[in-house]
């Protein structure tokens, strides 16, 4: 009996081959998603929902930027246009604002369960102490958002908000008008917030995440606590 020949390897395998030998994409992916983790529960999908959601509102915001304009003349009506004259566009601002929302709630409780299982402790010091980083970043960004749509509740919300951190001792009227960009909210405040919202904040989040991320992968999880009988 003659032994069929193996087929020649398709253009795709070629392909896949010439990159995966200058780029080790193989051993990417078995570092990455092959790696061995231990037996756990839905909790420990909490870090995947904050990351998936975190990549939602950066390609959702990245939408809105088309039509949205920074400033008091035209902020509130560039939101009314993207609400009812642009296609999707109620769709996409909908997903940002819930999103907003949902990744605060989501990324509490993961920071929940990893606090429950002690997973802060040696050797995840680091990886805790950029989650905290992270949630503050998740707040700085709801915070800076919330002022965008320059509506009523936005301005008054940021006042009493802006209020808040001039309660600060000491320092606190200084933070207060650096928050502010001057005594009152006006075209500065928005200007700011705008800034932060689009570049500072998803910029700080996005490094964040990666080194939160390899410090998980490189250090591997913990297993969720058992009962001792
Ligand atoms: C944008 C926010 C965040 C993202 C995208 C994120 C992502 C993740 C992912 C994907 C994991 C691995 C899977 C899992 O354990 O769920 C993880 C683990 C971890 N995260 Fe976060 N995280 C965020 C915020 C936080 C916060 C606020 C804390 C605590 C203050 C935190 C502390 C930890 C710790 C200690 C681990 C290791 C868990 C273990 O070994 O069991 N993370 N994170």
């Not at 989501?106 to 949630?135: N, Q, S």
Request: aromatic share 14%; net charge neutral.
């Amino acid at each position: 009996m003659t032994e069929t020949p193996s087929p020649e390897p398709g253009i795709v395998d070629k392909t896949f081959q010439w990159l995966d030998e200058r780029l080790g994409l193989t051993n990417v992916w078995d570092t990455v998603f092959a790696r061995m983790v231990p037996e756990t529960n839905w909790f420990y999908t909490l870090g995947s929902a904050s990351t998936i959601l975190a990549i939602l509102q950066l390609i959702t915001g990245m939408l809105l930027t088309i039509y949205y304009v920074p400033s008091p003349d035209h902020a509130y009506d560039s939101i009314q246009y993207i609400m009812n004259e642009v296609a999707f566009g109620w769709l996409i601002r909908g997903i940002h604002h819930w999103g907003a929302t949902l990744m605060v709630l989501v990324v509490f409780l993961h920071m929940l369960r990893t606090f429950f299982v002690g997973a802060y402790k040696y050797p995840r010091e680091i990886t805790w102490l950029t989650g905290v980083a992270l949630l503050a970043i998740v707040m700085v960004l709801g915070f800076s958002g919330y002022l965008l749509p320059w509506n009523q509740r936005a301005y008054w919300a940021t006042s009493v908000g802006t209020s808040i951190i001039g309660a600060v001792p000491v320092v606190g009227p200084l933070l207060m008008e650096i928050a502010r960009g001057g005594p009152a909210i006006g075209a500065v405040t928005l200007s700011r917030f705008y800034g932060l919202h689009v570049w500072w904040m998803p910029l700080a989040l996005l490094s964040l995440i990666g080194i939160h991320l390899y410090l998980v992968i490189r250090i591997g999880i913990t297993s969720p606590p058992e009962r001792s009988e």
